[in-house]
């Protein structure tokens, strides 16, 4: 029943369904809808002229279509916080202390290049410090 209150009570989507039919089809819907629209229980003129002259409109009483949903505020993801000895490393040059926070697909792509990749914990001392302060920028 949702499904053709929604269709009923949406032009756009009562004409989307609408377009879908034969011609014949769309001859027998029309007589259906006009049919159907001259039996709908509407309030007459002289009640909506009341309620219009005790200052109440049509649109207060019924609202002025469905209701649509507010949309929802995205809300900012937070920084990610790295853990540092979860982190892998690219070592490019032990001995020139040059690292690479390898990440994801990078993690492939330096040991493909030849480099070495390891886990922080199993990088030496010196490398370490130097793990620290790539992953504090």
Known sequence: MTLIKNVLINEKLLSAELNKLSVEEKIQAKKVLTSAANKLKLPSQKLLNALKNEG???????????????KAQPTKRAPRKLVLENQSF?????????????????????????????KYDELPAALQKVAKDLIAK
Do not use: M, Q
């Open 90 to 118: 690219a070592i490019l040059d032990e001995k020139n202390k040059e690292l690479a926070h390898a990440v994801g697909r990078g993690v492939t792509s330096y040991k493909d290049k030849g480099f070495k990749v390891v």
């Open 56 to 70: 109440f409109d049509l649109a207060d009483l019924v609202g002025n279509g469905p209701a649509k949903p507010a």
